[in-house]
């Protein structure tokens, strides 16, 4: 009797390692790089990246896609045999590089002629399946980068940074930093054709003192900032607990559809955004800026902002009486101190800002992981609720990993 029962339960487990086998992407057949967005908003939206040019942008991603070397997938890298692949609607699985979000900010050091920028850029690099143009996830990749120079730095000087930051030196794609960052994105990672538990944000609130001290592009554009700051909040939970997730996209609803319009191909693909199974409800509160000290030679200021987040499920939540299904609830601040010398010219606060906002994210996702006591004084009122809220979002999020 006990080896019928040995055999039966060695039969289910070898039945449940097949299943799992079986959903697992094998191939993943590359169709394009596209911007996000509207395509008349490309000349400002992506000001500098746009510059490069789209024949160089397409023989650049083309080049990357053919020299990743993922370990439990192939990727296939012809672009016209692809785009046939999937008119011919075959039941495939296509990857595709998207830019959702660019920037550059600039400030001068102190009483120096030293100009420090900062660019930085955000991706996705989105899997879907070509028969029924469903999101099956997405990948973020986010890029930062430092630019010095001992006068005022010009369109010229970052072009030449990023065009070399993208392409490489010389333009060979393997010195590339970008197409390392790709690459260490999706090197061991095991996808899956479908999956039983995503998560996404359903939702971004942008409350009027948030509003208040915008920059003028994101005040005429709160879609592109709700879009920022959701990939920024996703970006920084996946990097440390690598979920599957759908993409926040502001103007076109999850459960609708995102247009990809490639740039090396006259086709638009319309991809289905699925409803994820867990949403995330992000309100961006307000930021602060306090001066804490100060002396004739410089000030310090603590730079503050203020987000509410809740996780959901709603298929529980919607049918319950007693907030069954609501997880996680909670205001959270953020705090980073800055000494500002008093001979610095054109302080960018707006950068600090979010500076503090990635801190905050990037911290909220870590104390998922491993509660900080120092943090969570700082980041919350009552340190011993956020602790245990934070440990429900983190039993939840154990369902959801790759």
């Known amino acids: 009797m006990k080896k019928i029962l040995v055999l039966v339960f060695a039969l289910f487990v070898s039945s449940i390692a097949n299943s799992s086998e079986k959903n697992l992407i094998n191939k993943l057949y590359y169709s394009g790089f ?7 908003d490309k000349s400002y939206a992506y000001r500098y990246f746009g510059k490069i040019g789209d024949k ?14 993922p370990v439990h997938f192939d990727i296939i890298s012809d672009p016209k045999a692809n785009q046939l692949l999937e008119l011919q609607n075959e039941n495939a699985n296509f990857l595709a590089f998207v830019i959702n979000h660019e920037d550059f900010t600039e400030e001068q ?16 690099i989105m ?3 070509s028969y029924n143009k469903n999101l099956v996830t997405s990948i973020p990749v986010n ?10 730095i010009t369109s010229k000087d970052i072009l030449d940074e990023i065009i070399e930051l993208y392409l490489g030196k010389n333009q060979n794609v393997l010195d590339s930093l970008f197409y390392d960052a790709i690459n260490e994105k999706i090197k061991n990672i095991k996808l899956k054709k479908s999956y039983k538990n995503t998560i996404g944000i359903k939702k971004i609130t942008i409350e009027n003192e948030a509003k208040q001290i915008l920059p003028s592009y994101f005040s005429k554009n709160i879609g592109a900032f709700e879009n920022y700051v959701g990939q920024v909040f996703l970006s920084n939970v996946y990097n440390n607990h690598k979920l599957a997730f759908i993409p926040f996209k502001k103007g076109e609803l999850i459960g609708r559809t995102v247009a990809m319009r490639f740039i090396d191909q006259k086709l638009v693909h319309e991809i289905i955004l699925p409803d994820p199974d867990f949403h995330i409800y ?3 509160r307000k930021f602060s800026k306090v001066l804490a000290e100060e002396n004739s030679s410089e000030q310090l200021y603590y730079y503050a902002s203020y987000i509410h987040v809740q996780l959901i499920q709603p298929e529980i939540y919607k049918i319950s009486e007693k907030k069954k299904g609501l ?10 101190k800055e000494k500002i010398p008093r001979t610095m010219l054109n302080v960018d606060d707006w950068r600090k800002y979010m500076n503090n906002y990635n801190e905050l994210c990037k911290e909220f996702s870590k104390n998922l992981q491993i509660y900080d006591t120092k943090w969570a004084k700082l980041a919350h009122k009552n340190p011993s609720q956020l602790k245990k809220s934070l440990k429900v979002f983190s039993e939840k999020i154990k369902t959801m990993n790759y």
């Open 143 to 152: 890029l930062h980068h430092r630019i010095e120079k001992n006068r005022k």
């Open 56 to 69: 160089k942008i397409a023989s650049f991603f083309l080049q990357i896609a053919k020299n990743l070397k």
């Open 109 to 124: 050091s102190g009483n120096t002629d030293v100009h420090a920028g900062f660019y930085e850029a955000y991706f996705q």
């Open 34 to 40: 596209s911007f996000s967005g509207d395509f008349k």
């Open 327 to 336: 997880y996680f609830d909670e205001n959270l601040r953020g705090v980073l």
């Open 127 to 129: 899997i879907y399946d």
């Open 282 to 284: 992000l309100t961006i």
